[in-house]
């Protein structure tokens, strides 16, 4: 468990999980100064998200896919045509 949070701690971070930990700083400081146990809270909340790099799903419910996805592939596509060769019936 601990290997897991230390991993998830020092690698993957990516411009949300930066901007959380950012956010949750200035939380965290603003709670002290205006002596706010909630708002605390909520700047903590935000603080594990980032060094958990986890969303608010829980384990990786919300985190950004570590896998890289294959391109993707080109399929050939068969058309049909249809005609229309009932002209009389147009208003």
């Known amino acids: 468990m601990l290997e897991t949070f230390k991993y998830n701690l020092l690698n993957n971070w990516n411009a949300v999980r930066i901007i959380r930990l950012v956010l949750s700083i200035i939380i965290i400081v603003q709670s002290v100064q205006i002596h706010d146990a909630l708002f605390g809270g909520l700047g903590a909340f935000f603080m594990y998200q980032a060094l958990s ?5 829980g384990v990786n419910g919300c985190a950004p896919s570590t896998m890289k996805t294959p391109a993707n592939t080109a399929e050939e596509i068969e058309f049909t045509e249809v005609k229309n060769n009932n002209h009389a019936n147009l208003p």
């Open 53 to 57: 790099n986890t969303g608010c799903c």
